[in-house]
């Protein structure tokens, strides 16, 4: 089994950010882009998307919108993720289509998870597993739950909070499907692409 990186932009940017994600992108290998664009509005994410979604497409990488999966299914998107209060899985897919992902968070919960899988999610979200600037994560998971998930379920799973290549390994270890990553990869010392580079040789 291969762990694979799913990249988080910054929850605020600007019109130069999209040259920024194209330099993430080129470092390495990123299985998904996921627009978290919390710090904005919805029509400011509506202006800012389409680049962002241009530069994953280009190079072959699907794009998750967070939250939204009517604007997710208007901008293009290969996808949406939905936390807990964001709806549930049964409306997202009625808007997205069933050829399109369908992701949800399921913080520490093994029951929200089982929930969300048979519900038809394409992917349950675990954390957070470190603490994290990010976003207010209102629970810390162990790696043991991807261990369990793993093993009793075919349904990927997605480690997210606090990642950075320097504390990835047990995960990795755990067995996550995917390390979902914002602030380990934008606030790397030597940028972006090193980033990138760095959990692409974690996760071999």
Same mark, same amino acid.
């Given at each position: ?24 992108? /080129? $470092?390495?290998?990123? *299985? +998904?882009?996921? !627009?978290?664009? &919390? @710090? ?45 209060? /964001? $709806?549930?899985?049964? *409306? +997202?897919?009625? !808007?997205?289509? &069933? @050829? ?105």
């Amino acid at each position: 089994m291969t762990t694979a990186l799913y990249l988080i932009t910054p929850p605020r940017i600007d019109e130069t950010f999209a040259a920024r994600l194209a330099e993430a992108l /080129d $470092g390495g290998e990123v *299985a +998904a882009l996921q !627009i978290r664009l &919390k @710090d904005h509005s919805r029509d400011e994410v509506r202006a800012l998307a389409p680049a962002l979604i241009e530069a994953a497409h280009a190079r072959d990488v699907a794009v998750i919108l967070n939250d939204d999966p009517e604007l997710a299914a208007e901008l293009g998107c290969d996808g949406v993720h939905i936390g807990q209060q /964001d $709806g549930t899985v049964k *409306a +997202a897919r009625a !808007i997205m289509g &069933k @050829d399109r992902t369908i992701g949800v968070t399921c913080h520490d919960s093994r029951h929200l998870a089982m929930v969300a899988g048979e519900a038809g999610a394409d992917y349950v979200a675990f954390g957070a597993f470190y603490p994290t600037a990010t976003k207010d994560a209102p629970t810390q998971a162990e790696p043991g739950l991807l261990t369990w998930w793993t093993e009793l379920f075919e349904l990927p799973c997605v480690a997210i909070g606090g990642i950075t290549a320097g504390n990835a390994a047990p995960l990795v270890e755990a067995g996550a499907d995917f390390l979902a990553v914002s602030g380990g990869v934008w606030n790397h010392p030597d940028g972006p692409a090193a980033a990138v580079q760095a959990f692409n040789a974690l996760c071999r």
